[in-house]
């Protein structure tokens, strides 16, 4: 009996702990979100006495929100730095899924000529071509980013959608390479057969029958690709500077140059994470099975 | 020799009549060799107008990559004519081959030619080639070789995080409510802007008079709470920043490990009477090795691209105690826009990385033999 009854208590102690530590880590996680939030309705003295909870502490205002032109007050009136927002909001919407779009279907066709067929080009044999597409995820940026610029600026790419998602495509081509990889050698070449022996060409059974099957990895492949375009920084300072300027580009900008206004920081910040926060709520099922093909297969 | 050779017999082996006329293949070797012609005009002309020889050109190089793009159409366009359906086999790997080698290779190639050279981009000057001269530079600059030894601190810093995702994997893995719940929180400093955890965490929360960490710290009893004044101190903020971010990525890589984990071989431990920590040690993690492996790999790959919040939050001060390599070259570039001696650093870079990774990668190998 007494026994059974520690068995009971190491049960609680360790159900106590395991939570405890998780929830310890959630609220890493989260925090700085919700310090970012309520930092963007706070007035520059509820800043300065670093204030926590609203309604509580302070009482919330609009006060970032109305710079960028996004308040209740402010939204149906003119207002330039909201426009602006919107260009650089447009722009990394577009160049980030085009070039998300672009390496998927690049990846794709060649992750499956790659799992399907022997190929010989020079003396590169399937896997040298696969290391070759696959080695280009430990090229730095920062080694094509010199030669980039300077190739750019004579092709007249410097500042344009184009160009950067040309770069953008590169950076994420491997990674789509790898996970489609895996998504297609797990399709039964069976079903291809069939198709093929029925008369139809390699690509007309490649749209009709593999591509329903591997349409989910190719949604997460997508996914994932967007997430690191969304984000990507570091090109885009060096590439663009006013017609195709991307977010982050733009908030990294007023970090330096406006660093007193908190308030406003902090709405534009939260802006800039906010799309891809709802993305990772709605569709985390599929950025972790992207992530966990790389994973499981190695 | 005009054909492709089967090698072996492919996975996909389908029996196809090769009924190709020799018109077409004529067809095709034309197009491939007037496109390559058109793009060798172009280039030679825009060539020698820039040098000033001619005086008639185009505006810039744009035309020659119209023409690289024709070229690339126009030879794959050809291997269908001439290979017939084995051409169209070619094709799926073709696109993504000849899009790498216009990006990576030939701006590698490019970028070579110009670490041999002093070549201020704001200088009218242009470019002087001045032979080993940045080689010997580099060798000098102490700089340089203090962000190479950060990137080692950096680099082991992940056996720290490793150790944090792998405890909370394990976590995630036992039978808990709301494990949904817990995975959409963990994920979600993943998918935050680098840009924006550099304002959220690195400017605002750790700010010395009212941040919410420098409140924190204060209470615990640190006077003054300056995270980014003294080196080591700056180091340790800036790792616990990048960590922030990235453990999500090895949180997810290895609760997929162990998801996929023999559960019989686990019922059987049980059965056997084994505690929790011989099972770990046993069983756990030898079956986990690979999975644990390829995240570190993975891992140090992101690490070693680190830069985004160094750039904004410190800038690689104080002194250069934080600086990653790709910093200090980006603030070698915007300071004094020298594009060859920025460009031959990141060269030596990638070569040491090649090194390092190829090091790595066979080490990696010849344990999970040993293990296995």
Known sequence: MASESSIMNNNLVEKILIYGILLFWTFICLFPIYWTATTSFKTAASVTQGLLIPWVDFEPAWKGWKNLGLSPDTIFTESNPREEFFARFFNTALISSSASALAVILGSFAAYGLSRFNYKFGFMRNPDISFFFLSQLILPPVVLALPLLVLYRELDLLDTHIGMIMIYTLTVLPIVIWIMRDQFNAVPIELEEAALVDGASVWVSFFRVVFPIVLPGIASAFILCLILCWNEYFLAALITSTDAKTMPVMVASQISSQSIKWWNMAAISLALCFPLIVVAIFLERYIVKGMAAGAIKG | ?372
Not at chain 2, 86 to 109: C, E, H, Q, T, Y
């Open chain 2, 1 to 372: 020799m005009n054909e492709i050779k089967i090698v072996e017999r492919d996975p996909l082996y389908v029996v196809s009549q090769s009924s190709v006329n020799p018109k077409t293949i004529r067809t095709g070797k034309l197009i491939v060799w007037a496109s390559f012609m058109l793009m060798i005009i172009i280039g030679t002309v825009q060539g020698l107008y820039t040098f000033e020889k001619i005086n008639f050109g185009f505006s810039n190089w744009r035309p020659l990559l119209y023409a690289y793009i024709l070229w690339a159409v126009a030879i794959g366009y050809s291997r269908v004519l001439i290979y017939g359906e084995r051409g169209k086999r070619n094709l799926f790997v073709f696109p993504a081959v000849m899009f790498i080698i216009s990006i990576v290779i030939f701006p590698i190639l490019f970028g070579l030619y110009i670490s041999f050279s002093d070549w201020n981009l704001s200088s009218i000057d242009g470019r002087k080639f001045n032979g080993l001269d940045n080689f010997y530079q580099m060798l000098a600059d102490p700089y340089y070789w203090n962000s190479l030894k950060n990137m080692i601190y950096y680099i082991l810093a992940v056996l720290v995080e490793f150790v944090i995702a792998f405890l909370l994997a394990l976590l995630l893995n036992t039978q808990i409510r709301g494990r949904k719940f817990f995975r959409i929180a963990f994920l979600i400093p993943l998918m935050l802007s680098p840009v924006a955890v550099s304002w959220m965490v690195g400017k605002s929360m750790l700010e010395q008079r009212f941040g919410p960490v420098a409140n924190f710290a204060r209470w615990l009893g640190w006077d003054t709470p300056t995270f980014f004044s003294n080196p080591e101190i700056a180091r340790l903020t800036m790792m616990c920043m990048d960590a922030w971010t990235f453990i999500p990525l090895m949180i997810i890589m290895l609760l997929a490990g162990l998801q996929a984990l023999p559960k019989e071989v686990l019922e059987a431990a049980k059965v056997d009477g084994a505690n929790k920590w011989t099972m770990f040690k046993n069983i756990i993690f030898p079956i986990m090795l690979p999975v644990s492996l390829t995240t570190l790999v993975i891992r140090i790959i992101f690490k070693l691209k680190l830069a985004d919040i160094i750039i904004i939050v410190t800038a690689g001060g104080p002194g250069g105690a934080t600086d990653s390599v790709t910093s200090f070259i980006v603030r070698e570039y915007r300071d004094r826009s020298n594009v060859g001696y920025g460009t031959l650093l990141s060269f030596v870079y990638l070569v040491l990385i090649i090194i390092f990774m190829t090091i790595l990668i066979r080490f990696v190998n010849r344990w999970l033999q040993r293990a296995a």
